[in-house]
């Protein structure tokens, strides 16, 4: 008997009933066909009935009866709260693989060949394991399932094949920008450390222990968390005794928790846990984190962050329905139609609300070109924003809820729906009617409840914004987006972390070998030392604008640079040999310290002739890759406390790249130079092609013009024309006498 239908009027009892009137109406009537029609009654859900009942060791049995089919599905689901998995993240995940990798009394292939042979299929996850089977075959299947669920052995050989497997995923996971949102996307949204934020990776893959994964099933997967779901041809009395024949004596022995004084509680054979607590909410600035994949083309932008939104909760319905309208699905809702219909930008962009009774969470997502990556960030964010503040048209909410119900009908046609529904109920704490009654409250969302789930849920002000793509690209273009200080925009690796650039070590080789290779490489030291003075003139391009650069270096470490925007001075700076100034659009400033420190080391054509009289040391951190070129990076430190990193090509020994932190204007600035195109002058390769990006004018694109080298500048072209520093006289401080009368007179 199907018990899952819709109930409507038949349409054709209403053609036969009606027809005498309907034909001479319809000769005659005028049809507004600018209006939609009005919908009709929300029609009656019959969902059926299921039965449920408790085995004396508290497992629930629920028995939904389907005779359509001579087929039973069985699942046994337990209901576990979140707990971060902190240096062992991927233990669930691996445990729930190894449910199947053989039991205690049945080895994984005589396990696989029994499933087989049944013609029976077996999934198994982290909360449990459903099969489905013929019912003719069901006896012979529930050993399997009881033994699955109870007694797995969790082979050690099957543990390090299941982590081979893990680990390649984690690394095809650095391929595919997809997966990185993803992955990182949670992680940023929840928090690292919650449950629903860590990163699996290959060192936290590493680290997991058998003993681990099995003290994680005896933890939890227990009589009093679980149920047993029978759906399909069988009676709610066969599913009794099923029940009580394959898990009603299953008693397994007491796991206790120690609660640390830290709040952090120890299981035993996994060590310190903690579990959600209470979910975390929308809040701090909007932020913009990237995750770094240099020359894409496209970039994978997400726009998010966690709610306090439970399935139970009366504004879930609401939220759904306001999700839909935005981008939950439909081709018309509001994103879609902004960033693919409108601008072309992408194929497609979704939104997803989902409501959790531990933590919600909402997000966009869209796969955009490079080149529109900020302008898709802002028009998400408008969207998001006009939802709170304009109610929906009649037709978009009308869409909106034909498009849920249509979903929520289709559903209906599978019998494991209702108990989905079922388990569901109980696991939520629903109300008993909560899906019977689904489309009547469908039917009841109006435009002004839309709008209040927007301004309860969307909180576009809080959100955490990542992109995958081209940092090159897209850092400038990003920053105007963040509301956060120091970084603007934080950089963070394929696993969500701060990115921190990891390095191979280069036995028996030193920074001063690095270095001294390089000095060859672009001709000698002896060719270099030739050059007693330069001029460099220099085509850039900073933004739309473009500019003329002209430096010159003098002797004793002198240098002179003026930056032009056709006629007028945009940017001069000079280092006379001891006093350094910088003149531009905000006035004169003398450069001292680290400004001053850095000049008088980069003043010198060939600053790395000069390192012994400016830098303090020179540590070789080790080899990286630059795109697929292997490059050494040296760090240089100042004698004034900062610090540069210079990249050497490993193969040419030439300077490929240099970074350096800058405190500007009240923010900090990781600033990236490249250089190319190596060309010489007078026996020294200089290079034609530098650019700059991460300062505080954007990217800058220059190209070397024309150097002459010993023309004899003369040290007067180097003044800074500052005033001359007030030196005052000291004066010895006169003491007091505290015994010393006052003027005019004794004490009284």
């Known amino acids: 008997m199907n018990r899952f239908n819709i109930h409507r009027p038949s349409t054709r009892a209403l053609l036969t009933l009606g027809g005498a009137l309907i034909v001479p109406f319809m000769m005659h009537a005028q049809i507004d066909r600018t209006k939609a029609p009005s919908p009709g009654p929300a029609p009656v859900v019959n969902l059926g009935e299921h039965e449920i009942f408790t085995l004396s060791n508290g497992m629930r049995v629920i028995v939904v009866e389907n005779h359509k089919l001579p087929m039973v599905g069985v699942q046994v689901r337990f209901d576990i709260p979140p707990m971060s998995q902190g240096g062992q993240t991927g233990l669930i995940d691996l445990m729930g693989e190894l449910l199947a990798a053989g039991t205690a009394d049945m080895p994984k292939a005589r396990l696989d060949r029994t499933v087989d042979m049944l013609g029976a299929h077996l999934y198994t996850s982290p909360e449990g394991v459903y099969a ?52 990182v996307g949670r992680s940023v949204v929840f928090g690292r450390a919650h449950p629903y934020g860590e990163v699996v990776t290959e060192k936290s893959l590493s680290g997991i222990q058998q003993k681990a994964i099995v003290a994680y099933h005896a933890k939890f997967f227990r009589p009093e968390h679980g149920y047993l779901v029978f759906v399909g041809d069988i009676t709610a009395k ?78 879930s319905m609401s939220a759904q329905v306001m999700n839909t309208i935005l981008g939950g699905g439909v081709f018309n809702a509001r994103l879609m139609q902004n960033l693919r219909e409108d601008k072309g930008w992408t194929y497609g962009t979704y939104s ?21 990556t900020d302008s898709a960030i802002a028009e998400t964010l408008k969207e998001i924003e006009r939802m709170r503040m304009k109610p929906v048209t009649d037709e978009e909410l009308a869409l909106a809820k034909s498009y849920m119900a249509g979903s929520f009908g289709r559903s209906l046609e599978d019998p494991r729906t209702i108990a989905r529904f079922a388990l569901n109920t109980y696991l939520n704490d629903l109300p008993k009617d909560h899906y019977a009654t689904y489309l009547k409250r469908l039917e009841a969302v109006t435009a002004a409840d839309v709008q209040a789930a927007a301004e309860a849920f969307l909180h576009p002000d809080n959100a955490v914004i990542l992109v995958v793509g081209d940092k090159r690209e897209l850092l400038p273009r990003l920053e105007p987006l963040s509301w956060s200080t120091n970084p603007k925009v934080m950089e963070l690796d394929h696993n969500g972390a701060m990115y921190v650039e990891q390095f191979e070590p280069v036995p028996g080789k030193t920074a001063a070998d690095v270095i001294d290779a390089y000095l060859t490489a672009i001709g000698g030291k002896a060719a270099a030392g030739r050059i007693n003075d330069m001029r460099m003139e220099i085509s850039a391009t900073m933004g739309a604008t473009p500019l003329t650069i002209t430096q010159w270096y003098g002797t004793g470490g002198r ?74 990076k040296v760090l240089i430190s100042l004698f004034t406390g900062g610090s540069v990193g210079d990249y050497f090509d490993e193969e040419t020994g030439l300077r490929v790249r240099r970074t350096e932190e800058r405190y500007l204007n009240g923010r900090s600035y990781q600033i990236t130079t490249d250089y190319d195109d190596y060309k010489p002058v007078d026996g020294v390769l200089f290079p034609r092609l530098i650019s700059q990006y991460g300062g505080p004018s954007g990217e800058v694109e220059m190209k070397v013009t024309n150097i002459a080298v010993n023309t004899g500048l003369k040290p007067e072209l180097f003044a800074t024309h500052l005033p001359e520093r007030k030196v005052e006289e000291y004066k010895e401080p006169i003491e007091e006498n505290p015994y010393e009368q006052p003027p005019g007179g004794k004490d009284e």
Do not use: C
Not at 283 to 311: C, E, H, T, Y
Not at 353 to 368: I, K, Q, Y
């Open 132 to 183: 489905t089977v013929l019912k003719s075959n069901l006896g012979a299947l529930m050993p399997v399932v009881s033994g699955v669920v109870k007694t797995p052995a969790f082979p050690a050989d099957e543990l390090e094949k299941a982590r081979t497997r893990a680990i390649s995923e984690v690394r095809q996971r650095q391929d595919d920008a997809s997966a990185i949102a993803e992955a």
């Open 559 to 632: 240098f002179r640079s003026e930056a032009k925007s056709g006629d007028l001075v945009v940017q001069e700076s000079a280092f006379d040999g001891e006093r350094a100034m910088r003149r531009d659009g905000q006035g004169v400033m003398e450069l001292e310290d680290m400004d001053l420190a850095e000049m008088q080391l980069n003043g010198h054509p060939v600053p790395e002739l000069h390192y012994a009289d400016h830098v303090e040391r020179t540590v070789l951190a080790g080899r990286t890759h630059i795109g697929d070129r292997p490059v050494l």
């Open 352 to 372: 997803t609300l989902d409501p959790d009774r531990f933590n919600g969470h909402f997000h966009t997502s869209a796969n955009v070109r490079t080149a529109v």
């Open 238 to 315: 066969e599913a009794k005794t099923i029940a009580k024949d394959h898990f009603g004596d299953w008693k397994p022995a007491q796991k206790y928790t120690v609660v640390n004084e830290d709040g952090t509680q120890t299981i035993d054979g996994i060590g310190p846990v903690r579990f959600l607590e209470q979910p975390v909410v929308a809040k701090g600035p909007r932020r913009v984190m990237i995750v770094d994949r240099p020359g894409a083309a496209q970039s994978v932008i997400r726009v998010g962050f966690p709610l306090n939104l439970q399935p139970k909760d009366l504004r």
